[in-house]
Each structure stands twice: as C-alpha cells, then as structure tokens.
C-alpha cells in the first residue's frame, strides 16, 4: 500500500491542482489531500470550505481522501502512514522555495520523499491567488477552476 500526501493551501482549489490530483491519484493506492490550517497568510476560504470544493472538485475519483493538518507536514505524512509527499512545480518561481522545504523535510524525515509533477502548460500560468484576484474583480473564472465549484467562488466575491 502506497500512500502519497499532496498538501497545500486550496484557497481555492484550482484546476491547475485538479490536475495534479488526477495524475498522482494514478502513481499511488491512496492520495491524501490534506490542507494546510497553519497559513501564514490568513485564508479567504475556512477549512471546511476548502475541504468541501476539494471534495466536490474530485468526486468520482475513488483513491482520494480529503483532510486538513497544522503542524509539520513531515509529521502529518508519517502519522497518515504516507512515504511521498507531492507537490507541483509551475515554473522556475516554484523552484526555490520547494527545493528548500524538499531539502529541509528530508533533513527532518529521511523516510519520506518529496515527489514533483509538472504543471500541465494549460495551467502553468494558474494559481489560487490569480483567481480570487480575478473573481474580487468580477472577471470570468469559468476554466480556471472545476464547473462544480464556481458558484461558491462567485458567493464568496459577490459583495
Ligand atoms: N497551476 C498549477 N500547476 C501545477 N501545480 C500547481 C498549480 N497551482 C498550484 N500548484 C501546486 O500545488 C501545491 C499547493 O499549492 P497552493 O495551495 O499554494 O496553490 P497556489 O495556487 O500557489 O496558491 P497561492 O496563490 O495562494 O499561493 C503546490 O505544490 C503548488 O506548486
Ligand atoms: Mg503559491
């Protein structure tokens, strides 16, 4: 049984992280999609709204299990039984800060690997971040993040 971890932050899910699910969820028996509660930067979405989009976002796909942890992620894996951790590489802007915590978790975990996907070149331009910012100002965010979820990303915005 392989368990893989891919954490993040979901705020919100986008389909550039829908994709990272569907082609991890491929490599391993169980992907956790675990978000992360200890944000430094305060969150738009709760946890519990982040977990529901997730939820909704990945539905059909069976091998996926949706939490949510604080503290260290190498800690959160070993408990959940997990050796690799995802995470997903857009461009050379990701590089540095993940070969840092990459480098850093191995020092801390010398069990657990981190594994990189990247981005599928649709979404590599793609981030939570650029999202909000778009619906904040009333732009169309159809494609950017999965049919399922628009409508309580529009909500969210709508005042
Ligand atoms: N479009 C994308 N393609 C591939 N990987 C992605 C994409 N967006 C995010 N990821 C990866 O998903 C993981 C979680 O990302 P995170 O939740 O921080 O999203 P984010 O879009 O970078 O959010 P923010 O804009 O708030 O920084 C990270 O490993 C990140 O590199
Ligand atoms: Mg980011």
Known sequence: MQRAVYPGSFDPITNGHLDIIKRAAVMYDELV???VTNYSKKPTFSTEER???IKKSTEGL???RVT???GLLVDFAAAEKANIIVKGLRAVSDFEYEFQMALMNKKLRKDIETIFIMT???YSYLSSSMVKEIASLG???KDL???SILQDIKNKFKD
């Open 139 to 141: 732009g169309c965010i």
């Open 51 to 53: 977990i529901a989009m």
């Open 145 to 147: 993040v999965p049919d």
């Open 120 to 122: 599928n070149y649709k």
């Open 62 to 64: 069976n091998n996926i």
């Open 68 to 70: 949510n942890f604080d």
């Open 33 to 35: 999609v675990a978000v």
